[in-house]
């Protein structure tokens, strides 16, 4: 008689059940098992690929394989590259060695799944990028970042990936956290927008996400990677939460747990959280997995005893490991009782399951023929999301340049001419002449000038040797393009972490990037000191900002006659920034984070409590450098008509009907281009302490010059609804004041109310 889980006629979750009884203890734990890092599992010798004793190792022991991580990862902290690693049909090859290997050696031929790092692209050689998530909250389209995590998706299941392991979760409370640029913003109706897109993305290319990282991690204590979220539990529905009930809306299928603790709870061990919230109130029915070797930070709770450890996961809610030894102590945790075996049930029949929907049991290979190549020109998505996330901050007439004027340029900076600067972390080596730098795109688009350039100084160093000669070039030349910022560059020399972060007080030429926390926002190394001299040589100065987070730079804002800023654009990064600089691209970028004036200004981010405005210091204003929301256009909009209605009530809110407001926006210039129209509310009475300002609706759209479009934006109980004092998701009666902005500029201000009826 045929076995149940071979009937490919009945469900995956029937199927997942029958096999599942059919399991030892062993290869139920090593169902739940991600123990390998994946660019281990193999090594390459030209065309010849053999795999690792340690893979063979790891499948006999548990007889099969649950999920295997990053075999196709390349980077520093991997050590792949493109002598090295997995690139066309060499990386088929090896996905199919590694999965025969699998089934043959499990007593029911159980496939493996396959992970892969995917934060803002896939981690791979010839993997697609696209720019950061800080630039893609930037662009404020959803829709783009949709777009081009469709492509992502796409390139990772030709490779046969089931789990993308996507940034999308964290929200940015504090600049000095090295990861800002993993997070979409500041703002969690921001963030949870394009985390739904990204979702979306995926599964429009036939991909399940694992959004990470469940949460809090961007609140942070001082900025400290996987530091304490000291919040409380309002804070943490109100900022942190939105973004995943927006993903698991999506479809999300995966979660990936955070590093940090909750009021004494590390996430990792927080069943309230794990199951109560994300399953219970959210709705999720996907795997809920571990970041690397978190399982084993937990033997804080359980005093250095692995088993414990693994058990207190699982109990919490984990479902599969990460590298980490507590979830290869499972079968011990069961027989000591720390853990039910039922327990270990639920979390193998989520894998099963999940392999029987990924019809790895009717198809386990790949088809062993060549992969598609993403470029800019097959694939525009990432070029269109670094130029729409552009943020022009200052212009005093300077901006555009024009393309055909005959000017000497001069471009200066540590980061004018540095590919890897760009791309942010988490990126793969590129071939050699892949990419745009900035100096390309410039002298793409100014053929008619004499560019020339020097980098004035390197990124962190304090050698100051160079400035001299940039200075001078900034002197010879009719105007000067500034590129000055930071960098995740694990290229340029770093030591790893067994989590694959970067090791703060090793040799870096990195101030950012997972594991790179600042104490300062002052740009590092001699950037400072280059500025001076480029601006007493009394040029004009366009000023370029190439970063993964928000930088202190008064000065510099002060004296540039121009300043433009570009959250790792990505690897055409440098094309769309000189298209914005040359007119070719209208800008439309508005900031996704607050710039501050000084990290002791921190907290600076907008939507603040209306209790912080005690928050003022005698030796500094209260306002930031440059607003959240905001960003410079070449042309001008105009929103007319505005129409909103009086009141609404809190029984219409509770029964789906929603307060619309409706407007005209009209671009009065010269020049086509993306108005950004954003809805700000502001309640003004209830049962807790509201914010300053919520941002609850937004719309970019693309109006030629004269052209009028019509926008609707609308206001439910999601938007006006707020967390009582009963800690119950509510309508309350009271005045709620409305403001219309157009990228962050307000143009409009209303009132409604939502009355008790």
């Given at each position: 008689?045929?076995?149940?889980?071979?009937?490919?006629?009945?469900?995956?979750?029937?199927?997942?059940?029958?096999?599942?009884?059919?399991?030892?203890?062993?290869?139920?734990?090593?169902?739940?098992?991600?123990?390998?890092?994946?660019?281990?599992?193999?090594?390459?010798?030209?065309?010849?690929?053999?795999?690792?004793?340690?893979?063979?190792?790891?499948?006999?022991?548990?007889?099969?394989?649950?999920?295997?991580?990053?075999?196709?990862?390349?980077d520093p902290w991997a050590n792949k590259d493109y002598s090295t690693g997995l690139t066309g049909t060499a990386a088929?090859?090896?996905?199919?060695?590694?999965?025969?290997?699998?089934?043959?050696?499990?007593?029911?031929?159980?496939?493996?799944?396959?992970?892969?790092?995917?934060?803002?692209?896939?981690?791979?050689?010839?993997?697609?990028?696209?720019?950061?998530?800080?630039?893609?909250?930037?662009?404020?389209?959803?829709?783009?970042?949709?777009?081009?995590?469709?492509?992502?998706?796409?390139?990772?299941?030709?490779?046969?990936?089931?789990?993308?392991?996507?940034?999308?979760?964290?929200?940015?409370?504090?600049?000095?956290?090295?990861?800002?640029?993993?997070?979409?913003?500041?703002?969690?109706?921001?963030?949870?927008?394009?985390?739904?897109?990204?979702?979306?993305?995926?599964?429009?290319?036939?991909?399940?996400?694992?959004?990470?990282?469940?949460?809090?991690?961007?609140?942070?204590?001082?900025?400290?990677?996987?530091?304490?979220?000291?919040?409380?539990?309002?804070?943490?529905?109100?900022?942190?939460?939105?973004?995943?009930?927006?993903?698991?809306?999506?479809?999300?299928?995966?979660?990936?747990?955070?590093?940090?603790?909750?009021?004494?709870?590390?996430?990792?061990?927080?069943?309230?959280?794990?199951?109560?919230?994300?399953?219970?109130?959210?709705?999720?029915?996907?795997?809920?997995?571990?970041?690397?070797?978190?399982?084993?930070?937990?033997?804080?709770?359980?005093?250095?005893?692995?088993?414990?450890?693994?058990?207190?996961?699982?109990?919490?809610?984990?479902?599969?490991?990460?590298?980490?030894?507590?979830?290869?102590?499972?079968?011990?945790?069961?027989?000591?009782?720390?853990?039910?075996?039922?327990?270990?049930?639920?979390?193998?029949?989520?894998?099963l399951e999940m392999k029987f929907e990924c019809g790895l049991f009717e198809h386990p290979y790949l088809e062993e023929?060549?992969?598609?190549?993403?470029?800019?020109?097959?694939?525009?998505?990432?070029?269109?999301?670094?130029?729409?996330?552009?943020?022009?901050?200052?212009?005093?007439?300077?901006?555009?340049?024009?393309?055909?004027?005959?000017?000497?340029?001069?471009?200066?900076?540590?980061?004018?001419?540095?590919?890897?600067?760009?791309?942010?972390?988490?990126?793969?080596?590129?071939?050699?002449?892949?990419?745009?730098?900035?100096?390309?795109?410039?002298?793409?688009?100014?053929?008619?000038?004499?560019?020339?350039?020097?980098?004035?100084?390197?990124?962190?160093?304090?050698?100051?040797?160079?400035?001299?000669?940039?200075?001078?070039?900034?002197?010879?030349?009719?105007?000067?393009?500034?590129?000055?910022?930071?960098?995740?560059?694990?290229?340029?020399?770093?030591?790893?972490?067994?989590?694959?972060?970067?090791?703060?007080?090793?040799?870096?030429?990195?101030?950012?990037?997972?594991?790179?926390?600042?104490?300062?926002?002052?740009?590092?190394?001699?950037?400072?000191?280059?500025?001076?001299?480029?601006?007493?040589?009394?040029?004009?100065?366009?000023?370029?900002?190439?970063?993964?987070?928000?930088?202190?730079?008064?000065?510099?804002?002060?004296?540039?006659?121009?300043?433009?800023?570009?959250?790792?654009?990505?690897?055409?990064?440098?094309?769309?920034?000189?298209?914005?600089?040359?007119?070719?691209?209208?800008?439309?970028?508005?900031?996704?984070?607050?710039?501050?004036?000084?990290?002791?200004?921190?907290?600076?981010?907008?939507?603040?409590?209306?209790?912080?405005?005690?928050?003022?210091?005698?030796?500094?204003?209260?306002?930031?450098?440059?607003?959240?929301?905001?960003?410079?256009?070449?042309?001008?909009?105009?929103?007319?008509?505005?129409?909103?209605?009086?009141?609404?009530?809190?029984?219409?809110?509770?029964?789906?009907?929603?307060?619309?407001?409706?407007?005209?926006?009209?671009?009065?210039?010269?020049?086509?281009?993306?108005?950004?129209?954003?809805?700000?509310?502001?309640?003004?009475?209830?049962?807790?302490?509201?914010?300053?300002?919520?941002?609850?609706?937004?719309?970019?759209?693309?109006?030629?010059?004269?052209?009028?479009?019509?926008?609707?934006?609308?206001?439910?109980?999601?938007?006006?609804?707020?967390?009582?004092?009963?800690?119950?998701?509510?309508?309350?009666?009271?005045?709620?004041?409305?403001?219309?902005?157009?990228?962050?500029?307000?143009?409009?201000?209303?009132?409604?109310?939502?009355?008790?009826?």
């Amino acid at each position: 008689m045929k076995e149940k889980f071979r009937d490919s006629t009945l469900s995956p979750k029937e199927r997942a059940k029958d096999l599942l009884g059919r399991l030892t203890l062993r290869e139920k734990v090593g169902q739940v098992n991600q123990k390998l890092y994946g660019f281990n599992s193999y090594t390459r010798d030209g065309e010849n690929i053999e795999l690792a004793d340690s893979f063979r190792q790891e499948v006999e022991k548990w007889g099969g394989l649950g999920v295997l991580y990053g075999l196709y990862r390349a980077d520093p902290w991997a050590n792949k590259d493109y002598s090295t690693g997995l690139t066309g049909t060499a990386a088929i090859r090896a996905y199919n060695l590694a999965q025969k290997y699998v089934l043959d050696h499990s007593r029911f031929q159980i496939p493996m799944l396959m992970s892969t790092e995917c934060p803002h692209g896939h981690q791979a050689l010839d993997g697609y990028l696209l720019p950061v998530n800080l630039a893609m909250g930037a662009a404020w389209n959803p829709a783009l970042v949709e777009d081009g995590f469709t492509v992502v998706g796409r390139q990772i299941r030709e490779m046969g990936v089931d789990l993308a392991l996507i940034s999308m979760l964290d929200v940015l409370r504090d600049p000095r956290w090295g990861r800002s640029e993993e997070c979409y913003g500041e703002d969690p109706y921001l963030c949870a927008q394009n985390a739904a897109a990204a979702i979306r993305g995926c599964v429009r290319a036939g991909v399940d996400a694992v959004s990470k990282h469940f949460c809090a991690q961007g609140e942070t204590t001082g900025g400290v990677n996987a530091s304490a979220a000291r919040i409380g539990e309002r804070e943490l529905r109100e900022i942190h939460l939105p973004p995943m009930a927006a993903a698991a809306k999506a479809g999300a299928k995966g979660v990936m747990a955070a590093y940090n603790e909750i009021d004494g709870i590390p996430c990792h061990a927080n069943a309230w959280l794990l199951q109560d919230i994300l399953r219970g109130e959210m709705g999720f029915d996907g795997i809920v997995m571990a970041d690397g070797v978190a399982i084993d930070r937990l033997n804080m709770l359980t005093g250095g005893d692995f088993a414990a450890s693994g058990a207190a996961a699982l109990n919490a809610g984990v479902d599969v490991s990460l590298w980490d030894d507590g979830f290869t102590r499972l079968e011990e945790a069961v027989q000591r009782g720390l853990v039910p075996e039922e327990r270990l049930d639920r979390a193998v029949l989520r894998v099963l399951e999940m392999k029987f929907e990924c019809g790895l049991f009717e198809h386990p290979y790949l088809e062993e023929k060549p992969l598609t190549v993403f470029t800019a020109e097959n694939a525009p998505q990432s070029l269109e999301i670094a130029r729409q996330s552009a943020v022009l901050l200052k212009n005093d007439g300077v901006l555009p340049l024009d393309p055909e004027k005959p000017l000497s340029i001069a471009v200066i900076g540590p980061n004018a001419d540095a590919i890897y600067q760009q791309l942010g972390d988490y990126t793969p080596p590129l071939r050699d002449g892949e990419g745009i730098t900035l100096l390309d795109g410039v002298h793409r688009a100014f053929p008619n000038a004499k560019v020339c350039f020097a980098p004035g100084c390197t990124i962190c160093g304090e050698e100051t040797d160079r400035i001299g000669e940039a200075a001078a070039l900034a002197a010879e030349s009719d105007l000067v393009i500034l590129a000055l910022g930071g960098s995740s560059s694990r290229f340029a020399g770093a030591e790893f972490d067994t989590n694959g972060a970067a090791v703060v007080g090793a040799k870096l030429q990195m101030d950012c990037g997972e594991g790179v926390d600042t104490a300062s926002l002052e740009l590092p190394g001699a950037q400072n000191a280059l500025a001076e001299a480029v601006f007493a040589a009394g040029k004009p100065v366009v000023s370029v900002m190439i970063s993964g987070r928000p930088y202190a730079i008064p000065e510099i804002a002060e004296k540039t006659d121009a300043l433009l800023w570009a959250f790792y654009p990505g690897p055409w990064g440098g094309q769309a920034i000189a298209e914005v600089l040359s007119g070719a691209v209208n800008p439309s970028g508005c900031l996704p984070v607050s710039i501050p004036r000084t990290a002791g200004q921190l907290p600076v981010y907008y939507n603040a409590r209306a209790s912080y405005d005690v928050l003022r210091y005698r030796d500094l204003g209260n306002t930031p450098l440059f607003p959240f929301g905001f960003g410079l256009h070449y042309t001008q909009f105009m929103v007319e008509n505005v129409e909103s209605a009086e009141s609404i009530g809190v029984g219409a809110l509770r029964g789906g009907e929603t307060h619309t407001v409706r407007c005209t926006v009209h671009n009065t210039g010269c020049r086509a281009g993306h108005a950004v129209l954003q809805l700000f509310i502001q309640g003004m009475s209830g049962s807790i302490v509201r914010r300053v300002r919520e941002l609850k609706g937004f719309e970019k759209l693309w109006l030629e010059p004269g052209e009028r479009k019509s926008v609707e934006l609308q206001l439910g109980l999601d938007e006006l609804g707020v967390w009582n004092r009963a800690m119950q998701f509510d309508a309350e009666p009271g005045t709620v004041r409305l403001c219309l902005a157009e990228s962050g500029r307000p143009v409009w201000n209303g009132e409604m109310k939502i009355t008790a009826e």
